[in-house]
């Protein structure tokens, strides 16, 4: 059922604004305020906006059903007086994060710092790798543009448009285009990412002046639950939209499938746009008669990228495969099982006796 068909029930509707604990902080959607306002009495202030601390019904919890930052959620049973209230159904999500677990995100906001710290290439792509991994639009703003020349801004312009990103130049400090970064953020669920040190705080409360006010508000009434440690959570911004600050989108991780890494690169989606590999599985390597492999400044970042992917591809199988952590070892009598290897010593220097051993089987394979 969609949020419309729920809406017509006359059911509440709204968006998960943080979860801690059991406990949900859920903001009701204004349409829902004004019908509220026509039926039964409640306490006024309720109504711009109404929030409800919210508990997840036991039938959702037995089909698995989980509720994220995010979620546009169906809430009944409001206790206005108390603030409380029951979220009973969870709409279908438009998309999904997993780490952060968050959902109904639009675009990634990536805030990188120009100078104080430098910009580090590397870094950036890093970001912007685990960033169009997801799906989402990527919108790329450099804080702490009044520390270099406008010939400095310029070139690092040139550079990350041959990248195929358009970045916005602000300086929180000094109030310069942190407006038009606001402007991309109007209407939308944005998840705002970067290293530290680049102002990202600093950005978060100028684009939400009563942010200081509503973490507090957020802090006292979950501390209502017996939890009370912040992890993800959105706060809605002036000019429509949340915003949401995610510390575990910090450190990413080449967590994608080899295969799909290309097509993380702006610039070889360009590439293949207008040409293909010889091979429909190629790595962009060493294989011939590629489209991509060439002269672009971020080639090498792929490649690196690509061996951590590859890595972490072989881990994987190896632990999903149990012969690869298991040895077969004969019992006699023709008889023979499988049991734990045991892990090789990372520093232990191989024996003289092994290296023989290992030497005699190599030359009966040769023979």
Partial sequence: MTGENFA??????????????????????????????????????????????CTRRTRLKKIGQQVMVGDRVVVEEP??????????DVLPRQSQLDRPAIANVNQILLVFAVADPPLEPYQLSRFLIKAESTGLDVLLCLNKSDLISQREQQQISDRLIGWGYQPIFISVKNGIN??????????????????????KSSLINTLINSLE??????????????????HIELFELPSGGM????????????????????????????????????FSDCLHRDEPECAVRGDWERYEHYLEFLDAAIARQTQLHQQADPE????????????????????????RRISRKTQLQDLQELYRDEE
Wanted: net charge positive; glycine share 10%; proline share 8%.
């Fill in 8 to 53: 017509a029930t006359g059911q509440l509707l709204g968006t998960v604004l943080a979860v801690q604990a059991n406990f949900y902080r859920v903001q009701l959607d204004q349409e829902d305020g004004k019908m509220r306002e026509q039926n039964p009495p409640h306490p006024p202030h309720l109504l711009h906006p109404p929030l409800l601390l």
């Fill in 79 to 88: 206790d206005w007086a108390g603030g409380r209230g029951a979220i009973t």
């Fill in 178 to 199: 942190t407006d038009q970064a606001a402007r991309y953020l109007s209407n939308k669920i944005t998840v705002i990412a970067g290293p530290s040190g680049v102002g």
């Fill in 213 to 230: 006010l509503r973490v507090g508000e957020v802090s006292g009434k979950l501390a209502r639950g017996r939890h009370t440690t912040r």
């Fill in 243 to 278: 915003l949401a600050d995610t510390p575990g989108f910090n450190q990413p991780d080449m967590d994608c499938i080899p295969e799909e890494l290309i097509h993380y690169f702006p610039e070889a989606r360009k590439r293949l746009a207008v040409a293909s590999c010889r």
């Fill in 324 to 347: 690869s952590t298991m040895k077969l070892k004969s019992k006699g009598k023709g008889q023979s099982q499988y049991e734990p290897k045991l892990e090789s010593k990372k520093y």
